[in-house]
């Protein structure tokens, strides 16, 4: 048998490209091809993997021409350069290396608030220049001071122990810290309102998504102590750029320091020119180490994949056999799915996972399904996990994850996944199954019986079973212009508590959630999306 064909398509250290020769993988290393697209293009479809960086564009295009590809390595975090839908597609794995750039992008955070403590930038360009103003340049002790994380997963974590050395207070935003972990790392858990009053130094350690966008807005800064200095070494736009000038023009924020930009690469600004701004060009992850951590991972999972069928930090799959995997992946979906629904419905800090396997998918590999359905979960706050980082992701969260498995008979339906999501509010539960089409459905919410298929975006609501309910419901989706696919009803008595899930052609806005809310009989509604 031929050996693998690898191609690495940008600049990656040469003991990553050692490490894939060593294993017996034949790798051609051509660090500016990812640069030219037609000439990427025309030579894709020779390779069995794919190594790359940030300048290889991995288009459907791309990935249309890629006839024998089988797995794409990213030797990094963000695959915002690989179009993971189109890969999913046609079967080919995509991993990441999660972890490798943590410490790197944990000290630029503190690097950066060293300089805007002390205006080292400022102060440089002044002293290079000849004005010795040594009076100008009044800085402020770290020593003391409170600094806020928002967003205490990994590289926050790492943040606040370099903070708490450095004998700053550390006060901590994150719905998914429990009470036990913020304990072990030495940190105060708060609410936003609580962080953004009470900290003398901001910073940002969260993913983009809809939930983090804008997170520190014009009304969330309006918040904030007089003097605060504000950090970003995460993404661009979980800070409002605009509101954020606004605020350093008035004084209300002392300076800020920022890595990350909405746009990038960043040639303009509403924050370029301000005396009291720093910007680096997203130097979070660039320090010769993280550069050689990541390289050198991604030549392992590579390799292990493509020579032994191991997968590890995919994704868009989870650590599963390829023997297993034709059994095991339409409940891969399920778990997924009915884990994302319950996600999306909960706000408040998640305290445990509960995934109950009935009939014949409790013999199977639920590994794989457990990590599926804590994905699920956990994917609408946290962006960038996958299946396979997400049970360590879960337990760095203080979340109690349990696994229960009945494999007698269930009574309808021969295999069953129940999930329930324990939240501080209230638990939240669902159960679903797989039908002799393959296509996962839903058959419970609340423990009210249901049968729906999932669909792109959906409309759950809550209701009393009353007159009037399904009519009111339908005019308003109709006026809105929004066409109903199916429509799905459920109800635990005649009059009592009733449920409806409906699938719908496009996402339902705010204004029409309002409008469904305003229904006497609603108790609750929300958009979904899978």
Not at 254 to 261: K, S, Y
Not at 374 to 384: A, Y
Request: glycine letters at 8%.
């Amino acid at each position: 048998m031929a050996a693998p064909k690898v191609l690495i398509s940008d600049a990656l250290s040469d003991a990553a490209v050692q490490i894939f020769r060593d294993r017996g993988i034949d790798v051609d290393f051509i660090p500016d091809l990812g640069k030219d697209k037609d000439a990427f293009t025309a030579i894709i479809g020779h390779y069995d993997g794919l190594a790359i960086r940030s300048a290889s564009k991995v288009t459907s295009k791309v990935i249309a021409e890629a006839g024998r590809l089988k797995v794409i390595g990213r030797a990094g975090i963000g695959v915002d350069n690989v179009d993971v839908a189109a890969a999913t597609a046609r079967g080919i794995i995509v991993m990441n290396t999660p972890f490798g750039n943590s410490i790197t992008t944990a000290e630029h955070a503190i690097a950066l608030m060293f300089a805007l403590a002390r205006q080292l930038p400022q102060a440089d360009a002044s002293t290079q220049a000849g004005k010795w103003e040594k009076n100008r340049f009044m800085g402020v002790e770290l020593t003391a001071k409170t600094l806020g994380i928002i967003g205490c997963g990994n590289i926050g974590a790492i943040v606040a122990d370099r903070a708490i050395g450095l004998k700053l207070k550390v006060v901590a935003y994150d719905p998914y810290l429990s009470p036990e972990r913020a304990v072990e790392l030495g940190v105060e858990k708060v609410e936003l309102d609580a962080l953004l009053a009470r900290a003398d130094i901001i910073t940002l350690h969260v993913p983009m998504t809809d939930k983090t966008r804008n997170i520190l807005s014009a009304e969330a800064i309006a918040k904030t102590k007089r003097g605060v200095r504000i950090v970003n070494c995460a993404r661009g736009g979980l800070v409002d750029e605009v509101a954020l000038r606004a605020a350093l023009d008035s004084g209300h924020v002392a300076g800020a320091a920022l890595d990350v930009f909405i746009t990038e690469p960043a040639k303009e600004n509403p924050l370029f020119g301000h005396p009291n701004v720093i910007c680096t060009p997203h130097l979070g992850a660039s320090t010769n180490e993280a550069q050689e951590n990541v390289a050198l991972q991604v030549a392992e999972q590579m390799s292990d994949y493509l020579l032994q069928g191991a997968i590890t930090n995919a994704i868009n799959f989870p650590s599963i056999s390829a023997d297993e995997a034709p059994r095991l992946k339409p409940f891969v979906a399920l778990a997924e799915k009915l884990g994302s629904f319950l996600g999306q419905l909960t706000e408040a800090p998640i305290k445990g996972i509960r995934i109950t396997y009935e009939g014949a998918v409790a013999s199977m590999n639920t590994r794989a399904l457990t990590s599926a359905a804590i994905t699920g979960v956990l994917r609408p706050f946290l962006q960038d996990i996958n299946m396979v980082s997400a049970p360590a992701l879960a337990r760095e969260r203080g979340i109690v994850v349990d696994e229960i498995k009945r494999e007698g008979a269930v009574t309808d339906f021969e295999s069953v996944i129940r999930i329930t999501v324990d939240a501080e509010d209230m638990p939240r539960d669902a159960a679903g199954t797989v039908f002799h089409d393959g296509k996962p459905r839903v058959i419970e919410i609340r423990s009210i019986a249901i049968d729906a298929a999932f669909a792109r975006h959906m409309l759950y609501v809550r209701n009393h079973d009353k007159p009037g309910f399904i009519g009111r419901l339908g005019s308003i989706l109709g006026e809105a212009n929004v066409n109903v696919a199916t429509f799905n009803l459920g109800r635990e008595e005649e009059g009592g508590s009733a449920i409806c899930l409906c699938a719908v052609d496009a996402p339902v806005s705010d204004a029409v959630l309002k409008q469904i809310d305003a229904i006497p009989q609603v108790r609750r509604v929300r958009a979904v999306s899978f």
